[in-house]
Every structure is written in C-alpha cells, then in structure tokens.
C-alpha cells in the first residue's frame, strides 16, 4: 500500500496535473457547436503542440529547476516541501509562473484572432489559485497534490460543461485520479484529511468559476 501510494504521488506531482488536464481536452474530441470556438480539440496539431509547449515551459520547468535549486542552497528541506514554512517561496514561484503563462498568451495571440478562451483562462486560474494557497499555507499546509488535481478537474469539468459533445470519461478519471492522490496522501501522513479537502476544493471551485465564466 505504501509503494502504491508513493507510486501515485510521484504519476501525478502538482507540476504535472495542470498539463495533463490541456493534454487531455485538446486529444478527446469535443464540440461546441457549429462555430466550435472554443473547442480545443479544434485545433491544428501544431497549434495544439505550440500551447502545451508553453504550459509545460512554465508550469513544469521553471518551477522544477527552480524547486531543485531552492533545494541546493538549503531553502527547502527536501524536494516535497514538507516543512509548511518552506512553502512560501516554492509557491510564490509557481504564482509568477502561471502569471507568465498567462501574459505570454495575452501578449502573443492578437485580440482579434479566434482563439479558445480556455489558452488565457486556465493559467489565469492557476494564478488566482496559487495566490490563495500562498495565504492559506500561512497557517494550514495544503496539499498541493490535491490542490494540482483540483486545478486539472475544475479545468476539465468548466471546459465540458460548456461543450455540446464530449466523452465524459475524462470527467470519471479526473475525480478518481483525485481521490487516489488524496487518499495516498493522507495514507503517507504528508497531510490530514482536512488538508487535502481545502487543496482540492480550492482549486476545483475556482478553477472551474475562472474557466467557466471568462
């Protein structure tokens, strides 16, 4: 149960989630309608590879190097942050991540093109997110496992709320997938139930307000 456990921490680390859920909504099919605006699944191949290039730049690099390098000068203790007072500075990181992410778009992409509004509204989420773990974390550590997973299942389920035709098993693996990263935590003793409940309801209920009515 153990191994399992450290197994499902390690598949689906807070870095990783956020991707996973664009990867998901841009290779499952999904329609909105006769215009298909805000489809992802729209998209050309390359246009598709450019933006998940972008997420993964930003949401997975620059804060893993940066979390190996906070790391090696002795800022944080070990590379799952366990000590809650070590947080604040991994999490700033991610926030002015996710803020990049958002600006590059934002600076990139001309207004005038017809592009889904999911590119912009997304890391305008996880900035939005992040900044509220930063004040929780001061007096509760949250689980940013399930706070990456809350991210990922608000995304998916504000993006099929707002499509005609999708395959809603992509809905049923992002709250089981929930449920086993929080249950594995829990089971590690890195969190308290409680801990891993404020993470995930936090990301998923603003995640899915920021997605679903940009």
């Not at 909504?25 to 329609?31: A, D, I, K, L, T």
């Not at 298909?36 to 933006?51: F, G, H, P, R």
């Not at 990263?181 to 409940?197: D, G, I, N, Q």
Request: contains cysteine; aromatic residues 16%; hydrophobic residues 55%.
């Amino acid at each position: 149960m153990k191994l399992a456990s450290q197994t499902i921490s390690w598949l689906f680390i807070p870095l990783f989630t956020p991707v996973l859920g664009m990867l998901l909504v841009m290779f499952v099919p999904s329609y909105e309608g006769v215009l298909n605006e805000n489809s992802l699944y729209a998209l050309v191949d390359e246009q598709k590879w450019q933006i998940l290039y972008h997420y993964f730049f930003f949401c997975m690099v620059v804060p893993g190097l940066s979390l190996l390098y906070l790391r090696s000068i002795g800022m944080v203790s070990t590379i799952e942050i366990d000590n809650r007072r070590e947080r604040s500075i991994p999490i700033l990181i991610m926030f002015a991540s996710c803020l990049g992410l958002y600006l590059l778009h934002v600076i990139l992409i001309p207004s005038g093109l017809k592009i889904p509004k999911y590119i912009f509204s997304y890391p305008l989420a996880g900035t939005i997110v992040t900044a509220i773990y930063f004040f929780q974390t001061l007096w509760k550590k949250v689980s940013l496992h399930a706070g990456g997973m809350g991210i990922m299942s608000g995304f998916i389920i504000a993006y099929v709320a707002e499509m005609e035709s999708f395959e809603m098993w992509i809905v049923l693996f992002a709250i089981i997938t929930s449920g086993l990263v929080m249950s594995a935590r829990v089971y590690l003793e890195k969190h308290t139930l409680l801990e891993v409940v404020i993470g995930w309801f936090t990301g998923t209920f603003v995640t899915f307000a920021v997605n679903y009515y940009y």
